[in-house]
């Protein structure tokens, strides 16, 4: 009976510092590093549940909820995270038709999904021997592949934390997975007992089910050959240009109510958050390019709806702009794996295509398209700016604040 009195104070601390330690994990992941991260807040949900879980759980209970806690998993992602640096997204899901997978962390430069396996060697080699499809990792990383080929097939990763039997890792290898972790030898005194040739057989022979299909979208134009920049040099969208020259991001500029409720929402931000100045200092330093179209439609722009004053300034800017000729097809790369989204317009497709072409970084305030991008795991580089419309004709309609 002393016994069993004695044994509750030891799980009642294991309680305790297991809470502890989750919530130092949560800690971590409020640093600002975290703080660009999408889908963050899913992840500190989802430890906040198990905080909660521990609390709330039973002491008969609580020797198992303490071995099956997840927290272990979180926590190797949240180190994997800081080791990399680079991450973008954590615990995102990605559906094809109906195979819907988790992916534990992707990163955007280069494109890789990210799966982290905290299982020992042992218990991953009884888990695919026993055909346990929830745990079969071979039949999991292959379900990773299938669904990937539709968001612009990124590397796929697989980090064991605790290993993995070499056999099962060379059947990964060779199918185009990249392995990280420990090889286990199957004669390792942990595995004895655990596989039999036919399984080992299995492993080494070419699986026809890898086989990849054909592609349903449409094939990417090639990305034409263009002298890499020798000098700093960044793209210009039209918004870009936009912000540049208009007198709302002008001293005084946005010190207007205007009769159009949507520059007025603009002129909020301006008040509260100048724009130009970030810009300009990004571009410090820096060779101008723009898409010859893309180019032209802004000069249209500006000739039309442009003051006085936003001519003027358009006018300067152009002398330090470089027009790089459009390609043939009006999208390559992975922007003519866009082609399918209506609301896409032929400037946008060739502001990007001229950014592949060129290898160079976009200042943009073209928050849609991107997110569209985003929605097929396919990335470019940019800098995000906030949209400025031109104003100067309308400040004769509009009341000074």
């Known amino acids: 009976m002393s016994d069993n009195v004695e ?39 989802m430890m906040q549940t198990e905080i909660e879980l521990l609390q709330k759980s039973p002491t008969a209970k609580l020797e198992n909820h303490l071995v099956t806690c997840n927290y272990a998993f979180y926590k190797s992602i949240i180190d994997e995270i800081e080791t990399m640096g680079n991450a973008s997204a954590v615990c995102m899901n990605f559906k094809r038709e109906r195979v819907l997978i ?44 299938y669904v990937s080929r539709r968001f612009n097939k990124p590397l796929i990763r697989v980090i ?9 890792a060379e059947k990964l290898t060779r199918h185009g997975i990249h392995v990280v972790g420990e090889l286990v030898e199957k004669e390792d005194p942990l595995l004895i007992g655990k596989w039999n040739e036919d399984m080992i057989e299995k492993l080494n022979e070419d699986d026809p089910s890898w086989k990849e299909e054909e592609e349903e979208s449409p094939r990417s134009a090639p990305i034409p050959a263009y002298p890499a920049p020798t000098v700093p040099t960044l793209n210009l969208d039209i918004s870009a240009v936009m912000l540049l020259v208009s007198n709302l991001c002008e001293p005084g500029g946005a010190n207007f109510m205007f009769k159009e409720e949507m520059i007025n929402k603009h002129a909020a931000c301006e008040r509260m958050k100048p724009a130009k100045a970030e810009v300009l200092k ?15 439609r802004v000069s249209e722009i500006v000739s039309t709806v442009g003051g006085a004053k936003e001519k003027e300034r358009f006018a300067e800017l152009v002398k330090t702009i470089e027009q790089i000729p459009d390609p043939v097809d009006e999208a390559v790369g992975d922007v003519a794996k866009l082609n399918s989204v209506k609301d896409i317009t032929p400037y946008t497709k060739r502001v990007f295509s001229c950014a592949l072409i060129t290898k160079t970084r ?40």
């Not at 990004?282 to 032209?296: C, P, T, V």
């Open 160 to 168: 064991f934390k605790n290993g993995i039997l070499r056999e099962m």
């Open 282 to 296: 990004r571009m410090e330093g820096h060779k101008l390019i723009m898409s010859k179209m893309a180019f032209e």
């Open 362 to 401: 976009t200042i943009t305030a073209n928050a849609s398209f991107l997110e569209h991008a985003k929605q097929k795991s396919i990335y470019f580089k940019t800098i995000v700016i906030k949209p400025r419309p031109l104003t100067e004709q309308k400040e004769a309609f509009a009341q000074p604040l």
């Open 102 to 145: 988790s992916v534990d962390i992707i990163t955007n430069e280069p494109h890789v999904w990210i799966k982290v396996v905290n299982r020992s060697a042992k218990t991953i080699l009884i888990e695919y021997r026993d055909g346990k499809r929830s745990g079969d990792i071979i039949e999991q990383i292959k379900q990773h592949q």
């Open 7 to 45: 044994a509750i104070p030891t799980i009642e601390q294991r309680r305790t510092e297991k809470i502890n330690e989750v919530k130092a994990a949560l800690q971590k992941l409020a640093h600002p590093r975290f703080e660009k991260l999408t889908n963050r807040g899913k992840m500190e949900k």
